[in-house]
């Protein structure tokens, strides 16, 4: 069965940076677009970032545009999110996703989902 598991999350103080990793199995990952969601509490699941099959295309929410970075490895099946310049509202879970084909910012177009992994943002 298809597996997405994420690491990296912590406590980080404002102004540090963290890199989280999602390793997947149980699917051919170079046919997968992947996501980065992330839900605070209280709050509803929000798009972070997503990139496409072969890694060439790139997606951002505003709220971390030039702070966060996806990457990928389809070598080892797993996609990353570097991190930067955490700001306390960074504070959530965060989430990886697949989608079957392309990168999306909609999370009804991912297929699979990970667990999660908590990030918290100490100001």
């Known amino acids: 069965q298809v597996q997405l598991v994420e690491s990296g999350g912590g406590l980080v103080q404002a102004g540090g940076s963290l890199r989280l990793s999602c390793a997947a199995s149980?699917?051919?990952?170079?046919?997968?677009?992947m996501g980065w969601f992330r839900q605070a509490p209280g709050k509803e699941r929000e798009f972070v970032a997503t990139?496409?099959?072969?890694?060439?295309?790139?997606y951002y929410s505003d709220s971390v545009k030039g702070r966060f970075t996806i990457s990928r490895n389809n070598a080892k099946n797993t996609v990353y999110l570097q991190m930067n310049s955490l700001k306390p509202e960074d504070t959530a879970v965060y989430s990886c996703?697949?989608?079957?084909?392309?990168?999306?910012?909609?999370?009804?177009?991912?297929?699979?989902w990970g667990q999660g992994t908590q990030v918290t943002v100490s100001s």
């Open positions: 996703a697949a989608n079957h084909g392309t990168s999306s910012r909609e999370e009804g177009e991912y297929d699979y």
């Open positions: 149980g699917l051919t990952f170079s046919s997968y677009g």
């Open positions: 990139i496409s099959s072969g890694g060439s295309v790139t």
